[in-house]
């Protein structure tokens, strides 16, 4: 098919054809629900043959079926190029050096109109080419380990970053941004926060909900955010660096343990769970919420214990669940099993029989609960006390995905399961907290008026 069609099948192509315009054309379209002035897009490959692709005036795309056209003038012609061109970054000696690392995700993606996803296809230099306010915070040196979307980040990923991290240290730069898709943003944090510890200088992990280019898209603010923390933050640890509240006001920075991903698609979707963020981070400044963080430090000493067994599985806990579950982990050889329990860390009575089996094959058993929020606590009714004796660890409020990544870096190590536990139950980088502060648990229920008057004063 002719590229001034691209994508296009009937009935669609009649219309383009009898109205005289092609792909890339600026146009005026009547409908019989009104006017649109936009540029036609290529048709994606996979979808439906009955609607044209409009790039409106304000940057977001819609699709209008075919037969709701009456007319269509052709006004301009504007052929799109979504590639933006890599850039050298501008050195300044007074300024501090950040090194960029990129995994792939939506902050590193562009529109592939030919298949109509998002795809990792920018490179980290790309980054700069389009967002060159970065140059103000530092000299920035970019490197892309990898050009994947973050669900199939994994154990190798996850060990080549954490190497990559210590010898990007050593070699002296002053912070680190590895750049992520959102999706498994948390999973990442957490694994990295056990796998380098004692680190000198800040690990900044960003990513974005909308792609580069959406008006909405939050990817130059977050990248902007993470690269002056990791630049001027004195805040050594593994962070997640996104939007807090949905405006452009500011971001937060989360400890990486402690952070999880809470909606698909607003802008503001990571919180920190049962505490507090770290700090605000806007253009201008970094406002500390808290001072129980570790600090940056002049010296190139950090422990990389890049390690993990893949052979770790984590359990959802549902009602009626059956034994089997846990019975198919044990004899696929899985060493480990995080369960998300109900309440304060609960099954049913007819999985215990799988419980006892796995504790007989070494396979090393840790109990959170699916509230996210609280701590586990099996001693207080008949059920937690009878699954401790079977062998089922409780790890406090530390969150599922942290419990499986430490649980998979802790079997990485021994196969000791005394050895396990200790590792697990040591509070290493906030996954485990004594108490959940009074403001780390806020829920709001929208149409309560006492809820709605304080949106009405925090909203703009």
């Not at 979808?47 to 692709?53: M, N, P, Q």
């Not at 006004?75 to 890599?86: L, N, S, W």
Request: with cysteine; aromatic share 8%.
């Amino acid at each position: 098919m002719s590229d001034s069609y691209k994508g296009y099948r009937e009935p669609v192509l009649s219309v383009l054809k009898k109205n005289n315009v092609r792909v890339w054309s600026e146009v005026e379209m009547q409908t019989t629900r009104g006017e649109f002035k936009g540029l036609i897009l290529p048709r994606s490959e996979t979808a439906d043959a009955k609607h044209i692709v409009l790039k409106l005036i304000n940057g977001y795309n819609i699709g209008i079926a075919a037969e709701l056209v009456q007319s269509i003038r052709e006004v301009g012609y504007k052929e799109a190029h979504y590639q933006i061109p890599e850039k050298d970054f501008p050195v300044d000696e007074g300024k501090p050096n950040v090194k960029l690392l990129g995994t792939g995700g939506t902050i590193a993606s562009r529109l592939d109109y030919r298949t109509g996803a998002v795809i990792p296809a920018f490179s980290p230099g790309e980054l700069y080419g389009s967002v060159p306010e970065l140059a103000d915070y530092c000299n920035l040196e970019t490197e892309k380990l990898f050009g994947v979307f973050s669900e199939n980040m994994g154990p190798e990923q996850w060990i080549k970053t954490a190497e990559a991290i210590g010898e990007e240290i050593e070699k002296g730069v002053d912070g680190i941004v590895i750049g992520h898709g959102t999706d498994t943003m948390h999973h990442t944090a957490a694994v990295l926060s056990f796998m380098v510890q004692n680190s000198p200088i800040p690990i900044v992990m960003v990513g974005s909900q909308r792609s580069s280019d959406r008006p909405s898209s939050d990817a130059a603010l977050n990248l902007i955010h993470a690269v002056k923390t990791a630049a001027e933050s004195d805040m050594a640890e593994t962070m997640v660096c996104m939007f807090g509240p949905t405006s452009d006001q500011y971001g937060l920075l989360h400890r990486g343990t402690r952070v999880r991903k809470m909606h698909s698609s607003y802008r503001s979707t990571f919180r920190t769970i049962s505490d507090i963020p770290l700090a605000m981070v806007d253009r201008d400044k970094i406002t500390p919420l808290r001072q129980d963080y570790k600090r940056r430090r002049s010296d190139r000493n950090v422990n990389i214990n890049a390690v993990f067994e893949e052979k770790v599985s984590i359990v959802y806990y549902y009602p009626n669940m059956k034994p089997d579950i846990i019975d198919s982990l044990v004899d696929n050889g899985y060493r480990g099993i995080v369960i998300a329990g109900t309440g304060l860390g609960h099954v049913n009575k007819p999985v215990y029989p799988a419980l006892q089996r796995a504790r007989e094959h070494g396979v090393a058993v840790y109990m959170t609960v699916q509230t996210l929020w609280g701590y586990v606590q099996m001693y207080v009714y008949e059920t937690g006390r009878e699954m401790m004796q079977l062998g089922v660890v409780p790890t406090a409020n530390m969150l599922p995905e942290t419990a499986y990544v430490k649980l998979g870096w802790a079997l990485g190590q021994t196969d000791d399961l005394e050895k396990v536990k200790e590792i697990m139950l040591t509070p290493i980088s906030g996954e485990i907290t004594e108490r959940e502060p009074y403001n780390g648990y806020l829920v709001y229920q929208g149409g309560i008026p006492e809820v709605e008057e304080f949106l009405r004063q925090i909203k703009r």
